[in-house]
């Protein structure tokens, strides 16, 4: 029998609404309200602030090793802009804006990455925790879309990840039962062209990360995602398809980490001053400025305000968590939650351990 081609729709779209200078195509503006514009343009200013203050706490030996989010602004606040408080947010853990966009405090994000269990995410708040396992978190998504749509509700599960992640397992078989159930889930990768040190070119040796989505018959979008307007256009287009049970949508954000994968990670030994050069250039929070200014949201003595405004809140968090630590700074906490009965080598070490510091405390020597 003679070969006959099946015909299989795959065309997918870029979108792009704001170019490098901030400059919008009328066609693709999302016109949003001048309220949303303000929060999504302090949120972003917040974000990458905070960043910049957790890494110095860092190298001050305050905090201790956390990913940046430099760069990445655009990519997930987009996304959580265009979803609701009752909607599920799945991180993976470089999406500390969108976690405090969506009600998380700076100071429990402190106290996390200071190593205290009190920086867990709020009850209240519809957010899992950071998943540092790469991929696995696709399932944990999957599993709450299913839910909901078990339950005939009308919520939807946006579940982000990194280009390392479409290489692992769960990231396949996420996306698999998602298509065949049809549950209500956005999955974001978010490519920032490296998995720690390795390139999205040895992760696939297809054109788009995208395109995997055709496999699994679910719609897919890949979009500018320095570009917040673009990147919120496609969310907000993929939560009303999920909301109306047509199911999942995957999101490619093109984008790019400006500095670290983590701190513990010096990303000059893999790629070039020159690559980094380029995607400034693209810089999420200075093309938005641009074009908030353009449009007349703020001038320039008002976006130097906000500047203020938030440098102030930080400090008020950095003190308060600071001051929370001091508190909390039992190290004989560190036993308490690894096993369910507490064997008995253990409890020796943890017996010894509080004996040194009381010593300590009247003012014994040990060594």
């Known amino acids: ?33 001048e309220e949303l514009l303000t929060r999504l343009y302090r949120a972003m200013l917040l974000g990458r602030r905070f960043d910049e203050r957790l890494l110095n706490l ?42 405090l966009f969506r009600g998380k405090s700076m100071e429990s994000v402190l106290l996390n990455t200071a190593g205290f269990n009190q920086g867990a995410p709020e009850p209240a708040i519809n957010n899992l925790p ?26 939807v599960a946006v579940c982000f990840f990194g280009d390392g992640a479409t290489s692992q397992g769960d990231f396949h078989e996420g996306l698999n039962f998602a298509g065949v159930f049809q549950v209500p889930v956005i999955f974001v990768c978010q490519n920032n062209q490296w998995a ?44 009303e398809r999920a909301r109306q049970g ?27 001053d020159e690559e980094v050069a380029i995607w400034k250039r693209r810089d999420p929070l200075i093309r938005f400025g641009k074009y908030l200014l353009r449009r007349g949201v703020f001038t320039p003595q008002q976006i130097e305000a906000l500047e203020t405004s938030v440098k102030e809140e930080i400090q008020t968090a950095v003190e308060r968590a600071e001051a929370r630590m001091q508190t909390l700074a039992d190290p004989l906490s560190m036993f308490d939650h690894t096993y369910a009965r507490m064997p008995p080598h253990i409890e020796a070490q943890k017996n010894e351990l509080a004996r040194e510091l009381e010593a300590e405390q009247k003012g014994g020597v040990h060594g």
């Open 58 to 99: 860092q190298r001050q030996g305050r905090v201790g090793t956390f990913p940046p989010t430099t760069g990445h602004e655009a990519a997930h606040l987009g996304v959580v802009a265009a979803i609701g408080d009752d909607d599920w947010m799945v991180p993976a853990f470089r999406e500390t804006p969108a976690e």
């Open 1 to 33: 029998m003679p070969k006959t081609p099946i015909d299989i729709s795959c065309s997918i779209e870029h979108l792009a609404i704001l170019d490098e200078d901030g400059r919008v195509d009328p066609d693709l503006d999302p016109h949003l309200s």
């Open 246 to 272: 047509k199911g999942p949508t995957l999101i490619e954000c093109v984008t790019y980490r400006l500095i670290m994968h983590t701190t513990a990670d010096d990303p000059r030994r893999y790629r070039s």
């Open 130 to 155: 950071m998943s540092v396992p790469v991929g696995s978190q696709v399932l944990h998504a999957v599993g709450i879309a299913w839910a909901m749509k078990y339950r005939r509700e009308k919520s």
């Open 196 to 239: 720690i040190s390795v390139p999205v070119s040895r992760q696939t040796h297809a054109e788009t990360l995208v395109q995997k989505a055709i496999a699994y018959g679910i719609e897919a979008i890949q979009v500018d995602g320095n570009d917040v307007l673009a990147v919120y256009t496609a969310a907000a287009a993929a939560a």
